[in-house]
Structures are given as C-alpha cells and as structure tokens.
C-alpha cells in the first residue's frame, strides 16, 4: 500500500473516530447552554496532531464539519468558531509538546507524562474562549451563560485530553511504529481474565447497589479505580491506558445516565466536582502507568548494563553462564552439544603498538564477525577481555569441529581499517563437546579454558579439542586450574603482604674476604588458612607462567630496603645483599625504572645491594640483559650469574655479562665428592673467575666435607645447610655471621 492509500484511510479513521466521540458526548451529558461536558474528541486530536504532526489539522475541521450538519446542527453563524476552537486548540497543544517536549511522544514516564498535561492545559486555554465566543455571537447562549460556558467547555476538553490523549496517542504510536513494548513480566492470561471479571464486577454492583442502596453507590466507585490500579502495575502500558480510557468512558456513561449513584450536574458547580472526580480516577492510574513502566524500563537499563557487555553489545560472563546453565537445562538428556574457549591472539601486542583503541577496534569488529556466522541454536558472548565463549547445541562432535574450524578460518581472513593502516588477527581455541546431562558451567568452561590454552602454547591460531572424558585432558585442566588458583592466591598474597623474607648466609672460606654480612634474602607465603609457609617452588612456577614474577620481584626489593633502612645499625653490617630476579624483571622497562628511583632514594650504599639474575634468563635475550646489568651496575649495584654452568654455552658469554659473583650450580656442587666430572667443573669454573677477577659463590653445600673440598678448589664462598639454614629476617640479624671453617 502506497503512502497516499495509508494516509487516506488514516484520514477516514481519524474522522470517524471524532465523529463518534463527539455522538457520544451529545448524548451522554447535555446541559442547559450545550456545552458538552466530556468532549473525547478533544483527546483523539491532540494525540492526532502530537504523533502525526500539526499539518494534519484539516482532519479536526472536516469532522466538525460533518459533526454540525450531520449530528449536531448549530447555527452557521457558530460552525467558523466550532472549526477554529476545536482546530486552533489541538494546533496549540501538540505544538507545545512537539516544540518544547519532543521525546515525550515515544518516552513514557513522569516527565513526558507532564509534558503532555501541559500541552493539553495550553489546548483547554485556547479552546474554551474561542467557542464560547462563537456561541455568544450566534445566540446560543446568553450574557448570564458566558462564565458557566466557558467552565464547561474547558472542563469537557480538559477531560477528554486526559482521559483519552494516552491511550490515543499509544495506539497511533504502535501503528506508526510496530511494537513498543518491551518484554517485561506483565500479566498473563489467566490474570487479565481475572481483572476483567473484577472490573465488569465492580460496575455492575455499582448497578445493582444504585437500584437497591443508593446511599452507598457512590462510595464503591472505588472498586473501578482499585481495578484501574491493579492493571496500571500488571498490564501493559497500552493495555492499562486503553482500560483507563474505556473505564474514564463508562464513568462518564454511568453520571449522563444518573446511574451507580451519580445525578446529571445541574448547575457549575455539580459539573465541577464531576469533572474532577472523574479527572482523578483517570489521570492517577495513568500516571502510575508511566511510574511502573519507567522503573521497569529502569531496571532493564540496570540488568543489561550488569550482563552484556557495553563494546560487542554481547553478553558478559555472567550472562553467559546462566545461559548455558538454562540452555543445557532445558535440553533432553543426552542432547549433544559443544562449549568453545576462543581467545585472540597477540591482543596484547595491538593495545600495546597500535593504541587500546585500535585493540577495541579489534574486538568489536571480530565480536560482530563472529555473530554474523551463528545460527540460530548457538550463542556467542565476552567473557573476557579478548576472550569468547560460544554454545552450540545440538551439534556433533564432527559438526562442532568443522564449525569452529571455519570460524577460526574466517576470522584469519579478517582485516580491519585502523587509521592508514589494517590490522589482522588469529585466534585460539578451546572445544569440549558433550551430552547434556548434569554438568557444571564451571567444569565446561574450565576445561574449554585449559584446551585454549594448549592452542596458544603449540603456536596459536589453532583449535584444541578436549574431552570430558579424556585423561590427558583432565590431567591438563587440573594443572591449568592448579595454576590459575595459585596465581589468584599470589595476587592475594601481594596485596595482602602475605610473604615473609627469610636471610641465608653466604659464608666466606677464606679469611680474607671477610668484610660483613653477605646473604641471600629468600621468600616464603604465608599461607593463611593453614598458618603454614609455603615454600618459593609451589607459587613461583604460577607467577611466572601468569606475569606475576615482575610483581613479586618488586614486593622483595620494596621490603628488603625498607627493612635495611628501618635498621640501619643492622643495615652498616652488610656487605652484600643478594636479592633474586626473574627474566620478566630483566625484560621490562618499568621495571628498570622503579630500581633506578628506589635505590636513588635509598641512604644505603648501592654497593651492599646485589642482584642475582639466573643464567637461562640472562641468555634468553642476551643483548636486553647486558643492557639491564648496565644499567644497574651504573647505580653502583652489583651482580651475580645464579645457576652458572647450567647452560650449552656457559662460557662463550662470559665477556658479554659484566658480573660480580658466578654462583655454581647446586647440581655440580652437591655431587661434588664423589663425581669426578663435578669436581672438574666446578674447578673450571673456579680457575676461569680467577682469571677474570671474578668472585665464586658456591650453592647447596650441605654438608663439611663439600665445604671443605670447595676451599680446596679455591671457590670463594660458599652458602648452604652447611652454613647455616634460611631464618626470618629479624632473627637473622640477632645471631653473629659464620666465620671461615665455621
């Protein structure tokens, strides 16, 4: 249908619907100087003109037109002024509301609620005078009847804006718009049955009791407005406005026909209280209505905000998971189904290079490629930063598999526009198919979780099929929720300051390389439920795998001087402090930075303090750790190469790591009595560290017998159960250092 067939038929509707208002308001209720007393028409054109817009107008005049010389003649002398009057005022209204309250149309609440009062208030102003006038000139009503007139004819608009304008205005919304409400938990069938037999009810004995006890018929006019109530806080809001309209009708039926205790209005007065007690039962309803809708649409705002997630516009974590808990819930025992882990690849490196928000960028673009390729059974979320959750259901194995290959192909193909450049990606994933049964959203996603992350260390860019019945695959998981457990209690620990520094003497064999205290600080977690001390092997391999090492690096360095420096007598005893360091710490920048400004504003000596880097992290990128070791040794700091003699090429680099001490390897020196090859190496590696004026330290010497082999080989210092065990920190320097053959 064309836009002139549709405005056609609108105009016939438009007209029909005035002109059967207006019968209704002539038959109803007449008074002496005929004015009616509830005009609806009023409501219909305001509505008209406030959704369609003001150039429909001609629709009010055509019907006025008919109106007089069809159903209610009146003198020609008074059908210009019934034109202008009920013309003008409608034009008056809705331009008041489309110029100063624009959203007030299709946003139901308090505010527009208002804003449309007060653009029927303007229409009742304009109105009133303009027709009274004419029906003064043309001698329809008397100098006497002017004031009582006027009273009438602004009381009949005033009603009919009020009671019919909503529910007017939402029919011609929804017609225009399609459907504008949204999915909340309204009544349901059974309880509008129920409202309805209640509200039929309630007037017919308002009926009853007006025939047999009239002295009590007005005072249940109550039981409408409680039944109005009632489907203003359960109905929708143009179900509750059009009972509120029809209910607003039937009243006004009931006071022209002197029914349910009401008496025909006689006098101004009589009308008057009419009118508003009639105003009452309809504008508190409708004004609940727009309440009850707002804090729902309110709470909607809330809840969506709390489960989808603002970039993709997808559901977030939480969302996902009561999703898959209902879907796998719902679904027949047995029903074969597939959870995916996907997470993007090198996300990192794009914030880092390109801006986070070019990675942004990247998320949403991916996020919207992704969802383009779901079918209708599968659901896709953002459960992480760069990460995904999708549910297929009733999907194979195989199907699952071949889905979620071509997905993954698919977003390999993908570029995405970034400033002048493009920007690509890759992604990992997880996928554990299974059979609906009682398995936990957690258990899923834990071991789609662990299958991604297997993706990413074989090189990414991949799928990781895992099963929940597969061994190796429970084995995985476990070591991968192990680890995230132990990194979520490192965090913890960390903010907490649940670790305690321990010291171990790093004791000299030979006089004259006593100068003070040479130790090594150690950490312990304090684990809290157990009130144990864990030692560094069962945390330190999680903080490494998770990026925590830095983090802890920084807390030993932190607490270690601060400790010095709140001792300082104990703190002139030292000569050096050993403090361990990860490759993470050697490889980042801010790291470096916060060594270079906590050692400057340290009192201690930057020579007491010496970092030991082990030999596998400083060959890891080899130009990077020299440019560390620089960096510190400039601040005055000293260094020692831990674990040395591990490595393929231990002494091809010797010149390129400008260190202090070379630690020998625990390994060499524990079997250094009775392995030949260890006695050899370990006396390399002494001879070499002479020739280089370097210092020798030897590690997990246990027992007399390798200390004394080691001053033999002219190992410099040795530390070790021989020498002492690892103590707190405060009760390490209340006990008096070991001396040479101690």
């Known amino acids: 249908m064309n836009a002139y067939a549709q405005n056609g038929i609108r105009l016939i509707v438009l007209v029909t619907l005035y002109l059967l208002g207006a019968e209704l308001a002539t038959w109803f209720i007449k008074s002496p100087d005929q004015v009616a007393l509830i005009w609806a028409p009023s409501g219909l054109a305001f509505a008209a003109l406030v959704v369609y817009g003001i150039r429909w107008w001609p629709f009010i005049a055509i019907a006025v037109v008919l109106l007089h010389l069809v159903l209610a003649p009146v003198p020609m002398l008074f059908l210009p002024f019934s034109i202008a009057a009920n013309v003008l005022e409608a034009v008056i209204g809705a331009w008041v509301v489309r110029r100063f309250a624009a959203k007030a149309v299709s946003d139901l609440s308090i505010n527009s609620g208002f804003s449309l009062l007060a653009g029927g208030l303007m229409q009742v102003l304009v109105g009133g005078p303009v027709g009274v006038t004419g029906m003064y000139i043309a001698g329809m009503v008397n100098s006497e009847q002017i004031v009582s007139g006027l009273a009438r004819w602004m009381m009949g608009d005033l009603f009919g804006v009020i009671s019919v304008g909503p529910a007017a205005m939402m029919i011609m919304v929804r017609l225009r718009d399609g459907v504008m409400d949204l999915p909340f938990n309204y009544a349901g069938t059974l309880e509008k049955t129920i409202w309805f037999i209640g509200m039929v009810g309630s007037l017919a004995l308002l009926f009853w009791l007006d025939t047999h006890s009239p002295d009590y018929a007005l005072g249940m006019a109550s039981l409408p407005l409680a039944m109005l109530l009632w489907s203003a806080l359960r109905f929708k809001p143009l179900w509750a406005s059009v009972s509120n309209m029809l209910m607003a009708q039937t009243v006004a039926a009931f006071a022209g026909m002197g029914w349910g205790g009401f008496s025909t209005p006689d006098n101004l007065l009589d009308s008057s209280i009419l009118v508003l007690f009639m105003c009452t039962i309809t504008i508190v309803p409708q004004m609940l209505v727009a309440a009850t809708h707002q804090n729902r649409v309110t709470s909607a705002r809330l809840l969506r905000r709390a489960t989808f997630d603002s970039l993709t516009r997808l559901p977030n974590r939480t969302a996902f998971g009561q999703m898959v808990r209902d879907r796998v819930a719902n679904a027949r025992t047995g029903t074969e189904m597939a959870l995916a882990y996907i997470d993007v690849d090198q996300f990192k490196v794009v914030n880092d290079i390109a801006s986070h928000a070019a990675g942004d960028e990247l998320i949403r673009v991916l996020a919207g490629a992704l969802g383009s390729q779901l079918e209708d059974d599968e659901l896709l979320a953002r459960i992480g930063g760069d990460e995904f959750g999708l549910l297929l259901c009733r999907s194979s194995p195989e199907r699952a598999s071949q889905r979620i290959e071509w997905m993954r192909e698919h977003v390999a193909e993908l570029r995405v526009p970034w400033n002048s450049d493009v920007m690509s990606t890759s992604i990992s994933i997880g996928l554990v198919p ?183 992290s400083a060959v890891r990128d080899l130009a990077r750790a020299q440019r560390f070791i620089q960096t510190v040794r400039g601040l005055g700091c000293r260094f020692a190469l831990d674990d040395f003699g591990t490595g393929f090429c231990s002494f091809a680099y010797l010149h390129a790591l400008d260190v202090d001490f070379f630690k020998i390897d625990g390994g060499f020196v524990r079997r250094l009595v009775d392995s030949p090859l260890s006695l050899a190496i370990v006396r390399s590696i002494a001879d070499i560290a002479r020739v280089m004026d370097k210092q020798t330290i030897a590690e997990c010497a246990e027992t007399d017998a390798i200390r004394s082999r080691l001053a033999e080989l002219g190992v410099d210092y040795a530390q070790g159960y021989a020498i002492d065990e690892p103590q707190p920190i405060d009760a390490y320097f209340t006990k008096a250092m070991p001396r040479p053959g101690d």
């Not at 001087?561 to 001792?567: D, I």
Request: hydrophobic share 40%; with cysteine; net charge negative.
């Open 434 to 616: 299974f059979r609906a049964a009682k398995q936990t959203f957690s258990e899923l996603l834990a071991r789609a979780d662990a299958a991604c992350f297997t993706a990413k260390e074989l090189g990414g860019n991949r799928v990781q099929l895992a099963s929940l019945g597969d061994a190796r695959n429970n084995e995985e998981v476990h070591a991968r929720t192990s680890a995230m457990r132990w990194a979520m209690r490192l965090n913890t620990a960390l903010e907490h300051g649940h670790f305690r520094l321990f010291c171990q003497s790093i004791a000299s064999l030979h006089p004259s390389n006593m100068h003070g205290r040479h130790f090594e600080v150690l950490i312990r977690m304090h684990d809290v439920e157990t009130n144990t001390l864990l030692m560094p092997g069962s945390f330190i391999p999680a903080a490494e795998r998770f990026n925590l090492s830095a983090r802890l690096d920084r807390y030993v360095v932190e607490h270690t001087l601060n400790w010095l420096e709140s001792h300082p007598i104990d703190a002139a005893d030292v000569d050096a402090c050993c403090i361990n360091l990860s490759a993470a710490s050697v490889n980042s920048d801010d790291f470096e930075r916060f060594l270079q400004q906590r050692i400057a504003a340290s009192p201690l000596s930057p020579r007491q303090i010496c970092f030991e880097l082990t030999e596998t």
